[in-house]
């Protein structure tokens, strides 16, 4: 079992900026993809943006050009930074790993005011 902590959510402002952060239990070398997925109310869970073990990144394509993301496999952590949020960015954001199975956080809130 993969318990994955996720941390940075919260209240910004339009424009603004946010980094959301994710831990996992074990060695993330182990992780073939880490990263983000997020749900608005109403809404189905979609993809945001993932990394592999190599680095190769995937983001959604309303986030491209708006969004990063890196691992810290050392620290078993996938980092999303998040800048030039607008209000439809507002969700709960989930981190998300696979080995050979997925596995999910319990998500943390973004919202987004104009």
């Known amino acids: 079992q993969v318990q994955l902590v996720e941390s940075g959510g919260g209240l910004v402002q339009a424009g603004g900026s946010l980094r959301l952060s994710c831990a996992a239990s074990i060695s993330a070398l182990s992780l073939n993809v880490m990263g983000w997925y997020r749900q608005a109310p109403s809404k189905q869970r979609e993809l945001v943006a993932t990394?592999?073990?190599?680095?190769?990144?995937n983001f959604a394509d309303s986030v491209k050009g708006r969004f990063t993301i890196s691992r810290d496999n050392a620290k078993n952590t996938v980092i999303l930074q998040m800048n030039s949020l607008k209000p439809e960015d507002t969700a709960i954001y989930y981190c998300?790993?696979?080995?050979?199975?997925?596995?999910w956080g319990q998500g943390t809130q973004v919202t987004v005011f104009s």
């Open positions: 998300h790993a696979i080995t050979t199975y997925p596995f």
């Open positions: 990394m592999t073990t190599g680095g190769v990144a």
